[in-house]
């Protein structure tokens, strides 16, 4: 069973407006969650994340909202631009240390 | 800051033949490492998760005779795929965690052709 879900396999904005990229998770012991990008013929990088003991974290124009509840959290990129064009996986994480990716979400903005 | 080398970038081998990725970490030290193997759909698969002083834990359908890992000291690691096939292929990733509950810092990856 796949830990973590992402909603979406592509997206595409418009530069300027706002990505929202969807993430759900299995294990209610996750109690972190990064999200890392991802450029062709690089690997992941961390732009930012979230414990589970909060529902926002911000970080310029990059925003998690995190639901424990619900089990589901989502990245929102404002403003978006066409260099944030990438792959973007959400992943969790739990006391064992093991790090779960989501399958990711192809993000492309167009100008 | 903290920084993860892996090599080679790439290669290519013949099916049935072995080949060692390297892992490095410069800047930190590297309590934890894991590998994974991203495919060409792009999914991660976690193989094994190596921590220092402790067992080196594979996950399910990876074994320690498929992909033996070194762990010598807290800079370094390595990983050997034994007699790859066809799917083996895809980008082996190294992500390296310095303090517990730290993020990992990944490396570029080592990507696999095998013909």
């Known amino acids: 069973q796949q830990q973590v879900r992402q909603s979406s396999q592509s997206l595409t904005v418009w530069e300027g407006e706002t990505a929202i990229l969807n993430c759900s998770y299995e294990n209610s012991a996750f109690d972190y969650f990064p999200w890392y990008q991802q450029f062709p013929g690089e690997g992941p990088a961390l732009l930012i994340a979230?414990?589970?003991?909060?529902d926002k974290k911000e970080d310029g124009r990059f925003t998690i909202f995190f639901n424990k509840r619900e089990k589901n959290l989502s990245l929102h990129i404002k403003d978006s631009q066409p260099g944030d064009s990438a792959t973007y996986f959400c992943?969790?994480?739990?006391?064992?240390?093991?790090?779960?990716f989501g399958d990711g979400t192809q993000l492309v903005v167009k100008p | 800051g903290a920084l993860v080398y892996q090599y080679p970038r790439r290669t290519i081998c013949k099916s049935g033949t072995s080949m060692r990725m390297e892992c490095q970490a410069v800047g930190f030290q590297a309590t934890s490492v894991a590998w994974y193997r991203q495919s060409p759909q792009k999914t991660f698969e976690l193989i094994a998760l190596s921590t220092v002083n402790s067992a080196i834990k594979y996950e399910q359908n990876f074994t320690q005779e498929k992909f033996p890992i070194s762990h010598p000291n807290l800079s370094f690691s390595s990983m050997t795929v034994l007699n790859a096939y066809l799917e083996d292929r895809g980008l082996y990733l190294c992500?390296?965690?310095?303090?517990?509950?730290?993020?990992?810092?990944f490396g570029s990856g080592t990507r696999l052709l095998v013909i």
């Open positions: 992943a969790a994480k739990g006391s064992n240390n093991r790090i779960f």
């Open positions: 992500g390296a965690q310095g303090a517990a509950n730290s993020d990992y810092t």
């Open positions: 979230i414990r589970s003991v909060s």
